[in-house]
């Protein structure tokens, strides 16, 4: 029905002008002082975004997907894309922010606070990713540590726990 189109059309343009009046403070700000990639973090950040693309590549090529409408995915400079197609499609958006890593899932979860950081091995060689603030947790237990490989998992799992399947 064009009234329901017509609904989520003017949702969506005032959901966007409320962002992009965050979005400009923000980028006015950032703009004054702009930050610099912590040395190693974008070969953290490279590595993860290799371990997406590698799961993405599995899933796709799963004999369960076989003549399904393959997962999309796209890099630009710092952020990347996981886009699962179809009617109820999602893109799942990561942003490399200085240590921190900014996750979103489109539609269904605008930009969050960042609660997953970059730590770094005294050579600034090896990264973990850490769940929530660095240190302790609420609970008052470490915080877990996340290879890449693991990370890519936990962020994909229920992105890609959506997509159609074939039936055997």
Excluded at 55 to 72: C, I, L, M, S, W
Excluded at 116 to 135: C, N, P, Q, T, V
Aim: glycine letters at 8%.
């Amino acid at each position: 029905m064009q009234w329901i189109d017509d609904m989520f059309v003017n949702m969506e343009k005032d959901r966007a002008a409320t962002s992009a009046k965050g979005e400009k403070r923000a980028k006015a700000a950032a703009a004054d002082h702009p930050k610099k990639p912590v040395p190693g973090t974008v070969k953290a950040w490279n590595a993860l975004v290799s371990s997406i693309a590698k799961d993405v590549a599995e899933f796709n090529n799963h004999k369960g997907r076989a003549g399904q409408t393959p997962v999309r995915i796209s890099q630009r400079h710092l952020q990347c894309d996981v886009h699962l197609p179809g009617m109820h499609g999602k893109s799942l958006v990561l942003t490399l922010d200085n240590e921190d890593l900014q996750v979103s899932i489109h539609p269904d979860f605008p930009k969050q606070p960042s609660t997953i950081e970059i730590e770094l091995d005294k050579d600034g060689e090896h990264a973990s990713w850490i769940l929530g603030e660095s240190g302790k947790g609420e609970s008052g237990k470490e915080n877990p540590k996340l290879s890449n490989q693991q990370l890519s998992e936990y962020l994909l799992k229920p992105v890609l726990s959506g997509a159609t399947l074939t039936q055997p």
